[in-house]
């Protein structure tokens, strides 16, 4: 047998089950600002622009220049260049990396069609972000100029500390957390309404093609109140009927 359910029923679920769903769409929410703000460690960027240029200005030369910026995205991350920065951080700056650690913190963007490339640091620290950055472009500018002898790469600008973290996205984890907790709210609903077994209208017992002997409609929660509070009444009615015929019966003795 096919159950279906329509739109209202699904609304009715929903609305029946809103506490439930609320509980879970904060939870979800709690549990993404605890993930954001306390266990994921903030990661900053910093990068320094570089341009490829050569002796002749004829368009051949340029359009050969945009061609061997895919050259360089390699030779950037290779051991002479790395090595040479790994050098100059420890000499100058004090700082111990080694040449695998500045190779996951590197990556080459370029315009389309341009001669200009940036070279782009992401690690937990600012400050270091930016110092590997013109260290690495320092090696880079070096080494570029002894591997391909007739061009030139010039450091268009350097790499400064920028103090605001690119991860986490806070507010899109919020987000997704309010989202899955929604969601995770709607699905247990739907699955505790499945579950339930109990006999809620005459559809489902036509269904199983069972006859019906009688139907009892159902009593919303402010009419039940009315009509208790109307049984109350007569009651103390009643009662005050009886009381005032049992005084008159006794006053007459």
Avoid at 22 to 41: C, E, K
Avoid at 83 to 96: D, F, Q, T, W, Y
Avoid at 156 to 169: D, G, I, L, Q
């Amino acid at each position: 047998m096919e159950e279906t359910i329509s739109l209202q029923e699904m609304f009715e679920i929903v609305k029946k089950r809103a506490s439930l769903i609320l509980f879970t769409t904060v939870i979800g929410l709690v549990i993404s600002v605890i993930a954001t703000f306390l266990f994921i460690t903030p990661k900053y960027e910093s990068q320094t622009s570089l341009m490829v240029r050569s002796t002749s200005a004829s368009t051949s030369s340029i359009t050969n220049n945009i061609a061997m910026v895919n050259t360089y995205k390699e030779l950037v991350k290779s051991d002479a260049v790395l090595n040479g920065a790994v050098k100059s951080l420890s000499n100058e700056k004090g700082l111990n990396f080694t040449s695998g650690q500045l190779q996951g913190t590197i990556d080459i963007n370029q315009p389309q069609n341009s001669q200009l490339f940036y070279l782009k640091v992401t690690t937990t620290n600012a400050s270091e972000a930016a110092l590997i950055a013109n260290a690495v472009a320092k090696s880079f500018a070096k080494e570029a100029t002894k591997t391909i002898p007739e061009n030139k790469l010039e450091i268009v600008s350097s790499a400064t500390a920028s103090y605001t973290p690119v991860s986490p996205n806070k507010k899109m984890n919020l987000a997704i957390g309010i989202l899955v907790g929604l969601m995770l709210g709607v699905g247990i609903a739907f699955m505790l309404d499945f579950m339930d077994q109990s006999i809620r209208n005459r559809q489902f017992v036509e269904s199983f093609d069972i006859p019906i002997l009688g139907e009892v409609s159902e009593i919303r929660k402010a009419d039940l109140q009315k009509i208790l509070s109307m049984k109350q009444e007569d009651i103390k009615m009643q009662s005050l009927e009886k009381s005032t015929s049992s005084r008159r019966t006794r006053e007459r003795v």
